[in-house]
């Protein structure tokens, strides 16, 4: 069955960064891409960016860009995101999730378990 | 940027229909694709493609898109329904994922 395991929790100081990695399984990694989503405390999902497996092309959010680097690594079936310059409202819970192509666009159909970043002096 | 509207909550008795909106500028020409998120939990596609099912999802889960909203509704509504629900689109313009602000759905 498909899977997405990450990472565990993580405390942060601010200006430090932060690597979450995301390792799937029980399907073929390099075949679909990977979003990374982010909900602050009590907020609502916020889209961060996105990788493909295949060729590691990228398409982050504009808010975020400079900051955040999303990479894969096809031997291991593993994705990472890197978040740099970390500040206080980057506090949240980061998941990855696989998109799946639709009949237009891509929808999320598996996501993982989520990584708790805590940002604080 | 793309602004998806949704109602922060929506209150239904057992039983009943709950209908859950997304409102967004010509929506109906996008897919939208919505999300059930119990407290704790990692989101869950409940429907995709404005309404097609993921196999697993109940047939009280369904969706509908035109004009200006987007409507996820659940029939037969059940205690274990409670959760947030989003909606989520691609907006072209941007090249961006867009999620809407979410909408509890409360089970009385």
């Known amino acids: 069955q498909v899977q997405l395991v990450q990472s565990g929790a993580e405390v942060k100081k601010p200006g430090a960064s932060v690597k979450v990695s995301c390792k799937a399984s029980?399907?073929?990694?390099?075949?679909?891409?990977i979003s990374w989503v982010r909900q602050a405390p009590g907020q609502g999902l916020e889209w961060m960016g996105w990788?493909?497996?295949?060729?590691?092309?990228?398409n982050y959010a504009q808010k975020l860009q400079g900051r955040v680097t999303m990479t894969t690594d096809t031997s291991t079936s593993t994705a990472y995101m890197e978040l740099r310059s970390l500040r206080s409202d980057d506090t949240a819970v980061y998941y990855c999730?696989?998109?799946?192509?639709?009949?237009?666009?891509?929808?999320?159909?598996?996501w993982g378990q989520g990584t708790l970043v805590t940002v604080s002096s | 940027s793309y602004v998806l509207t949704q109602p922060p909550s929506v209150s239904v008795a057992p039983g009943q229909t709950a209908r859950i909106t997304c409102g967004g500028n010509?929506?109906?020409?996008?897919?939208v694709h919505w999300y059930q998120q119990k407290p704790g939990q990692a989101p869950v596609l409940v429907v995709y493609?404005?309404?097609d099912r993921p196999s697993g999802i109940p047939e009280r889960f369904s969706g509908s898109n035109s004009g200006n909203t987007a409507t996820l509704t659940i029939s037969r509504v059940e205690a274990g329904d409670e959760a947030d629900y989003y909606c989520?689109?691609?907006?072209?313009?941007?090249?961006?994922?867009?999620f809407g602000g979410g909408t509890k759905l409360t089970v009385l």
């Open positions: 999730a696989r998109g799946s192509p639709g009949a237009t666009t891509y929808y999320f159909d598996y």
């Open positions: 029980g399907y073929t990694f390099t075949s679909y891409g």
């Open positions: 990788i493909s497996a295949y060729n590691g092309n990228t």
């Open positions: 010509n929506i109906g020409s996008k897919s």
């Open positions: 493609d404005d309404s």
């Open positions: 989520q689109v691609w907006d072209s313009s941007s090249d961006h994922e867009v």
